[in-house]
């Protein structure tokens, strides 16, 4: 479906790109930009994280963009934060190196919304190399503090109701293709450099709907992303007890976007009982209208390395013993 928007091409677009120096990923990402994309006017501005392999250097110093050196230990928010700095374009697009282009007028469809006065941010639609589904749009207090939509569904799949194909508003969208106006992003505070590896895009968001703002999923910009393959998985204790502490209230409530008739346990499916308990993909576990907080402290830690091998229902089992051996 092509955009709408007219005249949009008289728009600078700055996309911004952190790099730890794949260059395969790197180049193909750019390629795909280049030779995919029917938007033409953009910048691109490289950030370069310090890489010192001469491959990368020979490729950063051999392209026609903007390379940016950010040679301090990896913060996605501070890198990004820093790069905004030196963007033209009135709307940016925060884009992971591990991404590449699919559908042509991405830019353009992402762009029809992000003009727009009330609209924060602008997500697109993600796939993995296999075709399944990375990312159409972010749940929160669903299947975990948070969790994408669909993620893992096959590509043509429509999703619970045809929402995968469906332009809408939810809670937040990922900041592997998240396109928001410049002077906005500055307005709201940037990402919050306390998180520098996890949550900071969803923070980004859930800020932007404190202000009034709607964050916007578009199925029809449409891109590869390869998600962890230029950056292994990190996961700081500190940050995630920062981000729930922020937003404790709206994990708890659940995401005010999602049919309350499905399991908060396990996304889009049928609640087979009456679910009480919010388990996060990480550590908390909290039943917050039995007083369970005061019985068994503010949350439990649970290791995601359990959940990510056994599942969810491993790490509920886990928990159950928990409670039987406290009596």
């Given amino acids: 479906m092509a955009s709408q928007t007219t005249d949009s091409d008289k728009l600078l677009i700055s996309i911004i790109i952190p790099t730890k120096g794949n260059v395969k990923l790197l180049k193909s990402c750019i390629e795909s930009i280049e030779n995919i994309s ?3 006017n953009y910048e691109i501005l490289v950030i370069d994280n310090g890489d010192k392999k001469e491959e990368a250097k020979k ?3 051999g392209i026609k963009y903007k390379v940016l050196t950010y040679d301090k230990p990896f913060n996605f928010s501070r890198i990004n934060n820093f790069a905004v700095t030196s963007a033209r374009g009135e709307h940016i697009i925060f884009l992971n190196d591990d991404t590449s ?11 029809e919304y992000s003009t727009k006065p009330n609209v924060g941010a602008v997500g697109a639609l993600l796939f993995y190399p296999n075709d399944t589904i990375q990312h159409a749009g972010v749940l929160i207090g669903i299947g975990g503090i948070t969790s994408h939509a669909f993620e893992g569904l096959p590509r043509n799949d429509q999703g619970y109701k045809g929402l995968v ?3 809408r508003e939810c809670s937040a969208v990922t900041g592997a293709c998240l396109m928001i106006k410049k002077s906005l992003f500055e307005q709201v ?8 590896y996890s949550f900071n895009d969803v923070d980004l968001c859930l800020r932007l709907r404190e202000n009034g703002y709607s964050i916007i999923y578009t199925p029809y910009a449409q891109l590869y992303h390869h998600g962890t393959a230029s950056r292994p998985y990190t996961e700081d204790n500190n940050e995630v007890r920062y981000f729930v502490k922020r937003w404790r209230d709206m994990i708890l409530k659940g995401d005010p976007y999602y049919d309350t008739t499905l399991s908060r346990i396990r996304p889009f499916e049928p609640k087979t009982r009456d679910e009480k308990l919010v388990l996060t ?3 908390l576990i909290e039943e917050s209208e039995q007083g369970f907080c005061k019985r068994l402290g503010k949350y439990i830690e649970v ?3 359990v ?3 056994y599942g969810i229902g491993r790490v509920i089992i886990e928990f159950l013993r928990f409670l039987k051996k406290r009596g």
């Avoid at 699919?102 to 353009?108: C, K, P, R, T, Y």
């Fill in 59 to 61: 490729y950063l110093n």
């Fill in 281 to 283: 993909d990480i550590r």
């Fill in 165 to 167: 194909q469906i332009v």
């Fill in 189 to 196: 505070g940037k990402f919050d450099e306390n998180l520098a």
């Fill in 307 to 309: 959940r990510k091998r």
């Fill in 101 to 111: 282009v699919i559908s042509q007028d991405w830019m353009e469809c992402m762009l």
């Fill in 38 to 40: 029917s938007y033409k």
């Fill in 303 to 305: 290791s995601n390395k």
